[in-house]
Nanobody, 126 residues
Framework: QLQLVESGGGLVQPGGSLRLSCAAS????????IAWFRQAPGKEREGVSC????????NYTDSMKGRFTISRDNAKNTVYLQISSLKPEDTAVYYC???????????????????WGQGTQVTVSS
């Protein structure tokens, strides 16, 4: 059974950093696009970044560029999201998600993804 488990969220001060982890089981990472989305209260879900065996689709919005970095460790079947220079507007639940694409592309819309983790809360506040 395919399962995604996020971890690493928490309360952090503005300017701080976090590394989120998405531990995947029941799948071979090379066969899937793994993405991070986030959703703040009262807002729509938005894409953060996506990675496959062949490509990395970096940050979807200008506010994320240079601060969010996605990476993967095939040996651990884990995808990471490093976030630096955190801002209060980064406060959201961050979700890891997967869909089988053969590693060839990263879907943009969250509706294209089939498997979701439970999410990890990131709160940026002083």
């Amino acid at each position: 059974q395919l399962q995604l488990v996020e971890s690493g969220g928490g309360l952090v001060q503005p300017g701080g950093s976090l590394r989120l982890s998405c531990a995947a089981s029941g799948l071979i990472l090379d066969d899937y696009a793994i993405a991070w989305f986030r959703q703040a209260p009262g807002k729509e879900r938005e894409g953060v970044s996506c990675i496959t065996s062949k490509i990395v689709n970096p940050n979807y919005t200008d506010s994320m560029k240079g601060r969010f970095t996605i990476s993967r460790d095939n040996a651990k079947n884990t995808v990471y999201l490093q976030i630096s220079s955190l801002k209060p507007e980064d406060t959201a639940v961050y979700y890891c998600t997967a869909t089988r694409t053969g590693g060839s592309y990263c879907p943009t819309w969250w509706t294209a993804y089939d498997y979701w983790g439970q999410g990890t809360q990131v709160t940026v506040s002083s």
